[in-house]
C-alpha cells in the first residue's frame, strides 16, 4: 500500500517526566520506527518503549482498570498491538534531582569533638555558610579549615553546593595543625568501608 493511503493512528504517550503528548503515526511501521519518530518529534531520548491498557469498569464508568506495563520488542509492528487506548511509556533515565532550597549539614568540631546539625541554604557561599554556624550554634569556624571528605574546601564566595556540599553530608573543621588528622579519619572511613565490600 502506499505510504500517503496507510491508515494513521493517534498515540498518546508519557515521558520519564511525567509529561504526555500525542502523536500521530502510520499504522504499519515497527517500535523501532516509532522510537525514531517520537526522538524527532520531542526531541527526547527513547531507550524503551512500553504500553499500558486502560479500560472502564462498564458497570461503573468512574472506574477504570490499567494494566501492567508490557513491553513492545523493536522489531514488532505497532499494529499488533492495542495502542488506541494505552498510554505509551519512554523508559529513560528519571529526570535529575533538584537539589532542595535549604538541607543539614554536620558539622564536627575537632577542638572539642562536637557534632554540630546545621542548616545550609542552597546557595549560599562557604562564608555565608560559616556565618551560619556562628548564628545557629554560637560557635566560630571562621578561620578553621573545612575538609570534606579527605579534601579542603576552598572559595569562601562560591556557592557550597558548588564546593560538593549535598544533605546529610560532614564537615570537618578545625585548625591547620588538625587538617592532617582530618584527612587520615576521611582516608581511614574510606579504606574501612572499601574493605567491607
Known amino acids: 500500500m502506499p505510504p500517503s493511503k496507510v491508515p494513521k493512528i493517534p498515540l498518546q504517550f508519557e515521558k520519564p517526566d511525567g509529561r504526555h503528548f500525542a502523536l500521530e503515526v502510520n499504522s504499519?511501521?515497527?517500535v523501532a520506527q516509532l522510537k525514531r519518530e517520537v526522538a524527532v518529534e520531542e526531541k527526547v531520548d527513547v531507550p524503551k518503549l512500553k504500553f499500558v491498557s486502560s479500560m472502564e469498569d462498564p458497570e461503573d464508568p468512574e472506574t477504570v482498570f490499567v494494566s501492567e506495563p508490557q513491553d513492545l520488542p523493536e522489531e514488532a509492528l505497532i499494529s499488533q498491538y492495542p495502542l488506541s487506548n494505552s498510554t505509551i511509556v519512554i523508559c529513560g533515565p528519571p529526570p535529575p534531582l533538584k537539589p532542595p532550597p535549604t538541607f543539614n549539614v554536620h558539622?564536627?568540631?575537632?577542638?572539642?569533638?562536637?557534632?554540630?546539625?546545621?542548616?545550609?541554604?542552597?546557595?549560599q557561599t562557604l562564608n555565608e555558610f560559616r556565618e551560619a554556624v556562628l548564628l545557629q550554634h554560637d560557635v566560630s569556624i571562621?578561620?578553621?579549615?573545612?575538609?570534606?571528605?579527605?579534601?579542603e574546601v576552598v572559595g569562601d564566595e562560591m556557592p557550597i553546593w558548588d564546593l560538593g556540599f549535598?544533605?546529610?553530608c560532614t564537615i570537618h573543621a578545625g585548625?591547620?595543625?588538625?587538617?592532617?588528622?582530618?584527612?587520615?579519619?576521611?582516608?581511614?572511613?574510606?579504606?574501612?568501608?572499601?574493605?567491607?565490600?
Open 28 to 30: 504499519d511501521i515497527t
Open 142 to 151: 571562621a578561620d578553621d579549615v573545612l575538609m570534606l571528605v579527605g579534601k
Open 175 to 197: 585548625d591547620l595543625a588538625q587538617k592532617s588528622i582530618c584527612l587520615r579519619t576521611a582516608l581511614t572511613s574510606v579504606c574501612s568501608a572499601f574493605h567491607l565490600l
Open 107 to 123: 558539622v564536627i568540631l575537632y577542638d572539642d569533638a562536637r557534632k554540630l546539625d546545621v542548616e545550609a541554604k542552597l546557595q
Open 166 to 168: 549535598a544533605p546529610d
